[in-house]
């Protein structure tokens, strides 16, 4: 079993950066595909953001692409992703998942391919 961990959430103006932080305990992260996702009230769990197991990999959805950049420290069992130039419309819950298979089906928006979730932490991104 492996136990997630979202922090580093809050309310920040636009233009503004957060970085948020996802700490695995249990097991050792290095076996994980990790990604982010967000949900907004109302709407649906978006894919957001997917490091590799190595870390050599990433992607983004388009929306975030220059602005978020996902790292991973598996020493520290931490998987990060940093946020600049928020947006309101960035205000969401967010959320870290970790897939043991790195083949998703369906590819990387699919959230059945996640096998483990994280409570979630909140960003509010003020006008």
């Known amino acids: 079993q492996v136990q997630l961990v979202e922090s580093g959430g809050g309310l920040v103006q636009a233009g503004g950066s957060l970085r948020l932080s996802c700490t695995a305990s249990?097991?050792?992260?290095?076996?994980?595909?990790v990604a982010w996702f967000r949900q907004a009230p109302g709407k649906e769990r978006d894919f957001v953001a997917l490091?590799?197991?190595?870390?050599?990999?990433?992607s983004y959805t388009d929306s975030v692409k220059g602005r978020f950049t996902i790292s991973r420290d598996d020493a520290k069992n931490t998987v990060y992703l940093q946020m600049n130039s928020l947006k309101p419309e960035d205000t969401a819950v967010y959320y870290c998942?970790?897939?043991?298979?790195?083949?998703?089906?369906?590819?990387?928006?699919?959230?059945?391919?996640?096998?483990?979730w994280g409570r979630g932490t909140q960003v509010t991104v003020s006008s």
């Open positions: 249990g097991r050792a992260f290095s076996g994980y595909v």
């Open positions: 490091i590799s197991r190595s870390g050599g990999s990433t």
């Open positions: 998942a970790a897939s043991i298979n790195p083949y998703l089906v369906g590819g990387r928006a699919n959230i059945n391919n996640y096998n483990y």
